[in-house]
């Protein structure tokens, strides 16, 4: 005896699916109904409130702001070097494989992070350096590191 294809679940999301397409095909034929008595009155436009609401009238043009288009950023924010030159710090860390590490201002404990295309000289780990720094996307990196 063979087993029945539709199972019940099956049937339970047809039923479903059935019901919502009626129901949609009732509200369309109650608007067009509406629409053609004169009791249904939309509205065509939407406009949005200087908080960012959906609102039906329009904005007062008084409380409208001015925006220079100089002003919009797009885009990876630009490097800024926030100190020129005169850091000597000792590499805590390098992954030549990686191609990073970080770099210990011994003066002030703060870490660098170093990569590998910003190294002048070959480093590894325990090596004192001179650096530059440079502010990157999370703080600040070390730049044109060179050993000492």
């Known amino acids: 005896m063979a087993k029945s294809q539709q199972t019940f679940n099956k049937l339970e999301k047809e039923k479903k699916r059935k019901k919502k397409k009626e129901d949609k095909r009732k509200k ?15 509205n065509e436009f ?9 609102t039906d009238t329009p904005p007062d043009p008084a409380e ?7 002003s919009i950023v797009i885009g990876v924010p630009k490097r800024e070097e926030v100190k020129t030159t005169g850091f000597i710090g000792k590499v805590n860390f390098f992954d030549h494989s990686k191609g990073f590490g970080f770099i210990i201002d011994p003066e002030t404990q703060e870490k660098y992070f170093v ?5 002048i000289d070959e480093i590894t780990e325990g090596d004192k350096v001179e650096f530059d720094t440079i ?3 999370k703080g600040l990196n070390a730049s044109k590191v060179k050993k000492v």
Not at 115 to 119: D, L, R
Request: charge should be negative; glycine fraction near 8%; include cysteine.
């Open 28 to 42: 369309m034929l109650a608007r067009k109904e509406a629409k053609e008595s004169g009791e249904l009155v939309t």
């Open 135 to 137: 502010k990157g996307a």
């Open 46 to 54: 939407v406009y949005v409130d200087y908080n960012g609401n959906f």
């Open 115 to 119: 990569h590998i295309s910003e190294c």
């Open 64 to 70: 409208k702001e001015r925006i220079s288009a100089e």
